[in-house]
């Protein structure tokens, strides 16, 4: 199972992760920023859910150390919203908060759940963002859109409306810096996702595919053979969403 750790003054709050995560996540409660620092050196720690206001104030010096030493960790902010506050939320993106759950707001199981999973999914993005090199905007952009809503059933005229472009546009935008089209790009971006997931050996293929509606498992592992020549597992045992990451810039031209 994959390791979450917490820190979650509110027993509400740290209860409602562990009914959301049960069955798929260990929860290791961290009573302050130095427990969640120490979770995340002696444990495989990929995930923190974390309340900023923890000390009284947004404290986004340790969410900045966390980003620092623990890349692939991926933070979600679970905090109690009051109108002072508002500043504070909307500068948690830049610090390198990956997701926001709004205690009493959208914290029900599902949303949780969602809300974890979309996050984990910015976290991945990481790993391709400071690879891309030199890019048009409209193309960087349309990358890290294909990873970051993998979850979403994006087709290529919905990934153009949320670039604010037409499909016409992105597809010469595209071709011009030597990548595949919208739908193709598309899909890419779901096996980065779905390889991170694969990553947590207690995830099965089938289960990957259903989070990521793929028709069946069958099409899932029909898409990755397409695409990386492997199995479900043999791009677990390669290293996950960093063999589909190297796969993909490789596909593209982009391997420095």
């Given at each position: 199972m994959g390791i979450v750790a917490t820190l979650l003054p509110?027993?509400?709050?740290?209860?409602?992760?562990?009914?959301?995560?049960?069955?798929?996540?260990?929860?290791?409660?961290?009573?302050?920023?130095?427990?969640?620092?120490?979770?995340?050196?002696d444990e495989a720690v990929h995930l923190?859910?974390?309340d900023l206001f923890a000390d009284g104030k947004a404290n986004f010096e340790r969410v900045r150390?966390?980003?620092?030493?623990?890349?692939?960790?991926?933070?979600?902010?679970?905090?109690?919203?009051?109108?002072?506050?508002?500043?504070?939320l909307f500068d948690a993106g830049r610090a390198g908060i990956d997701g926001l759950l709004i205690v009493d707001q959208d914290d029900s199981p599902l949303q949780l759940r969602n809300v974890i999973e979309q996050a984990e999914a910015r976290g991945v993005a990481g790993l391709i963002r400071n690879r891309l090199g030199s890019l048009q905007p409209l193309v960087r952009d349309a990358v890290l859109?294909?990873?970051?809503r993998a979850h979403m059933r994006l087709t290529s005229h919905r990934l153009a409306d949320i670039l604010a472009t037409s499909r016409r546009t992105l597809v010469a935008k595209l071709t011009q810096d030597g990548f595949p089209p919208p739908q193709k790009l598309i899909s890419w971006?779901?096996?980065?996702?779905?390889?991170?997931?694969?990553?947590?050996?207690?995830?099965?293929?089938?289960?990957?595919?259903?989070?990521?509606?793929?028709?069946?498992?069958?099409?899932?592992?029909?898409?990755?053979?397409?695409?990386?020549?492997?199995?479900?597992?043999?791009?677990?045992?390669?290293?996950?969403?960093?063999?589909?990451?190297?796969?993909?810039l490789r596909s593209v031209g982009r391997t420095g």
């Open positions: 509110d027993d509400r709050c740290l209860q409602r992760v562990v009914h959301a995560v049960h069955g798929q996540h260990v929860v290791i409660p961290c009573g302050t920023w130095e427990d969640v620092f120490a979770a995340c050196e923190a859910v974390l150390q966390l980003k620092l030493r623990f890349a692939r960790v991926t933070l979600v902010a679970y905090v109690a919203f009051v109108p002072n506050r508002a500043r504070d859109v294909a990873v970051t971006g779901r096996l980065v996702v779905a390889s991170q997931m694969l990553e947590d050996r207690n995830r099965s293929a089938d289960s990957v595919a259903r989070i990521l509606d793929f028709p069946s498992g069958s099409a899932f592992r029909n898409t990755c053979q397409r695409y990386l020549g492997a199995t479900p597992q043999e791009i677990r045992a390669k290293g996950g969403a960093s063999f589909v990451v190297d796969a993909f």
